[in-house]
Every structure is written in C-alpha cells, then in structure tokens.
C-alpha cells in the first residue's frame, strides 16, 4: 500500500532505514483506484515517533483554496449586481 508522507528537513531517520522493520503507521485511509494511507505518525520499535505535516498542509490548503472562493464569490456578486 502507498503511503503519502511529507518529509522533515533535518529528520535522523530516513526510509531505507525502516525496510523490512516493523512500524507503527497512524493517517488516514483513502480509498480509490490505488489505496494509500496519508501518514500522521510513524512509530518505530525502538519507540521513535516520526511525525508527518502531511494532513495540517493539506488542511492549510483547503482552507486558503475555501477563503479565495469566497472571495471570487463575494466580488462576482458586487460586480453582476
């Protein structure tokens, strides 16, 4: 299965390190024509937790992609009327 990450700059662990090692992965599941999980957490056996920007970027972006349509919205409305 696909995991959907965002990696962090200066991260000490890096993903060849966690082939064929046993984790704990936190995130969402999507479902599609390929399934992937978009990561929250990665939790190594050693206990290291790995965090992922991943849902808090794409969250941001939703919200910047809703304010400009209210926006395009709002202005179409007092120029047609």
């Given at each position: 299965m696909?995991l959907h990450?965002l990696?962090?700059?200066g991260l000490?662990?890096?993903?060849q390190?966690l082939?064929?090692?046993?984790?704990?992965?936190t995130?969402w599941?999507r479902?599609?024509?390929?399934p992937?999980?978009?990561?929250?957490t990665?939790?190594?056996?050693?206990?290291?937790?790995?965090?992922?920007?991943?849902p808090?970027w794409?969250t941001?972006?939703?919200v910047i992609?809703?304010a400009?349509g209210?926006y395009?919205m709002?202005?179409?409305?007092?120029?047609?009327?």
């Amino acid at each position: 299965m696909k995991l959907h990450h965002l990696p962090l700059w200066g991260l000490s662990v890096t993903p060849q390190e966690l082939i064929s090692r046993q984790i704990i992965v936190t995130g969402w599941l999507r479902r599609r024509a390929t399934p992937w999980i978009d990561i929250q957490t990665l939790e190594t056996q050693n206990g290291k937790t790995i965090n992922s920007p991943h849902p808090i970027w794409f969250t941001v972006l939703a919200v910047i992609a809703q304010a400009c349509g209210a926006y395009i919205m709002l202005t179409a409305q007092s120029v047609g009327g």
